[in-house]
């Protein structure tokens, strides 16, 4: 159970990790001054998040939320393959956190009445944070499929590319359903059924389409991901790889 | 939570007050509502302070200079961070919301007003330099987590809104 409930963490903090880390790689390069304070004000909200995980995940196997971060192989890291996605354009980064940012709200929601106090401290915590990135990345979808055709065109490009990794995120692997089975995390196909509707809706407002084919990519929650975590892990570990054990 | 200088011993209250957030330097850690609980044990003193953001960087600064002053005193100290409860901007007390107001930062309005700006883009924030309620969001995110970016449209004046956080 302990080892369940571990490795359940991980499946929440490794989302927060490898998104804060992808939004944090636009420090600097935002399209506009707000945009770049938005999306890098968001990732300090995950490393905020992935701390509180990261904590509670080292005092139950060991280790140190720097050692979980920092010192696993590219397999050992169980975030689900949509956040590793590249920072291709603004639209790209949009609808990935739109598609993100509608499931993590519900899995905070259903989290905040979790059996497990820990975890449901931290959702309480997380939930506001992350209602307001919602609102965010809704906004903009809108704003981008309501601007020019160029823009339209983008988001577009952007849903069709990254639709297809959004069913890894409803369909529970057995760590989940387990968690489920003990109260401590939620029923995934409850979620999926909310999760779907809810952006659906947002397309159908705003002219968007989903791709026709019913393709959908999986593994990261396994550990075998698409070939971008190994660059993000490369310039993440860097500084501990390089230099074993430092401080700031 | 730690109030006034009757939740604690009298000493330790004064020392405390000194400490305040590097992002809002006019507002002590108490005002903030930030000290949740103090114990002290012969020259031992242990401090449990809650978050106001998960990521908000000057938690870590916030704890070294508490740790740091109380040391000056000739206190040990050891700062615990909880999550429980939950910080919200209720927690900041009276004299912390005219502060902020004085320093140039318009204090939180109520969750439903709140709402009402920042989602339906109403003007209610009243500018913390003229009181205009004529002001208009200019960005969402601001120099902080805390805070988002205002300008008021009578004294053409831009300011930081602390958002209502519940």
Redesign the interface.
């Known amino acids: 159970m302990q080892r369940a409930l571990y490795k359940y963490i991980l499946l929440l903090g490794d989302n927060a990790l490898v998104l804060g880390h992808r939004l944090s790689e636009l420090c600097g390069h935002g399209p506009s001054l707000e945009t770049d304070i938005a999306l890098t004000n968001m990732s300090l909200d995950y490393f905020g998040q992935v701390r509180n995980y990261f904590q509670y995940a080292a005092e139950l196997e060991g280790g140190s939320e720097d050692s979980i971060a920092f010192l696993r192989k590219e397999r050992q890291y169980v975030n689900c393959l949509l956040v590793e996605q590249k920072n291709t354009d603004f639209a790209y980064i949009i609808m990935r956190q739109f598609l993100f940012d509608h499931w993590y709200l519900l899995i905070l929601e259903s989290l905040c009445s979790s059996k497990d106090e820990r975890i449901n401290a931290i959702a309480n915590k997380a939930i506001k944070e992350v209602k307001y990135h919602h609102r965010f990345s809704e906004t903009w979808v809108q704003r981008l499929a309501g601007g020019t055709s160029e823009s339209f065109k983008r988001i577009q490009d952007a849903t069709t590319f990254l639709y297809p990794y959004t069913q890894e995120l409803i369909v529970a692997n057995a760590i989940e359903v387990e968690m489920h089975e003990a109260g401590i995390g939620p029923d995934l196909k409850d979620i999926g059924q909310h999760y779907y509707d809810q952006i659906h809706t947002v397309f159908n407002k705003t002219g968007l389409q989903k791709p026709e084919e019913n393709f959908f990519h999986k593994g990261g929650k396994e550990g075998i991901h698409t070939e971008h975590l190994g660059f993000i892990l490369a310039e993440l570990q860097y500084m501990q790889r390089t230099y074993p054990n430092m401080q700031w | 939570m730690v109030r006034t200088a009757k939740d604690i011993d009298a000493r330790l209250y004064t020392i405390l007050y000194k400490i305040s957030d590097p992002e809002i330097p006019a507002l002590s850690i108490i005002d903030l509502g930030i000290v949740q609980k103090v114990t002290l044990e012969g020259k031992h003193v242990e401090i449990d302070i809650t978050?106001t953001?998960?990521?908000?960087?000057a938690m870590d600064s916030i704890s070294m200079e508490i740790r740091y002053t109380l040391e000056q005193y000739g206190y040990s100290c050891l700062v615990n961070l909880v999550?429980?409860p939950?910080w919200t901007t209720d927690f900041i007390s009276d004299v912390g919301l005219q502060k902020l107001k004085d320093y140039g930062v318009a204090p939180p309005l109520s969750t439903e007003k709140d709402k009402r700006v920042?989602?339906d883009g109403e003007r209610l924030v009243p500018c913390p330099r003229c009181n205009s309620t004529n002001s208009k969001m200019?960005?969402?995110?601001?120099?902080t987590?805390c805070k988002s970016?205002f300008q008021c449209e009578d004294c053409m004046e831009p300011f930081d809104y602390f958002?209502c956080?519940?």
């Open positions: 978050p953001y998960t990521g908000c960087p999550l429980d939950a920042l989602y200019i960005s969402q995110f601001g120099s987590a970016l958002k956080h519940k």
